[in-house]
């Protein structure tokens, strides 16, 4: 996890290649699911979907309940004295993205990644 918050100066958005933060929110998004929902628990499962064009990716992460009734995945600001376990990975993920949030009507997050022309 460490590694991710010293990473976070590196990766200056729009520099980022497309594939660069695609795998970036989709790791973030798939270890937010285990860690802060039932896909966590013994028997649990997640899903990932990606859909790409030339000009954005779309990806999808389901997953179980949130392990707290009303959680939904926010940004926070974390320890800024650089001790806290967690708390720096949607604030990444909200970095790299277009958009990002709550899938509408299943468990899980999505995320966008859109740029005006298509890149070679």
Do not use: I
Not at 64 to 72: N, S
Not at 76 to 103: K, M
């Amino acid at each position: 996890m460490r590694g991710r918050s010293l990473a976070l100066p590196a990766l200056n958005w729009p520099n980022v290649r497309p594939e660069t933060g695609e795998k970036c929110n989709r790791s973030e998004l798939a270890t937010n699911a285990l860690r802060h929902t039932r896909t966590g628990a013994s028997g649990g499962t997640f899903s990932v979907r990606v859909e790409t064009t030339p000009c954005r990716v779309r990806g999808e992460v389901h997953s179980g309940a949130p392990l707290h009734r009303h959680d939904t995945p926010h940004v926070f600001q974390a320890d800024l004295g650089g001790l806290a376990e967690g708390g720096r990975g949607l604030a990444l993920v909200d970095q790299l993205t277009t958009r990002w949030g709550s899938l509408p009507h299943a468990h899980g997050v999505y995320f966008l990644l859109h740029w005006p022309t298509p890149r070679t």
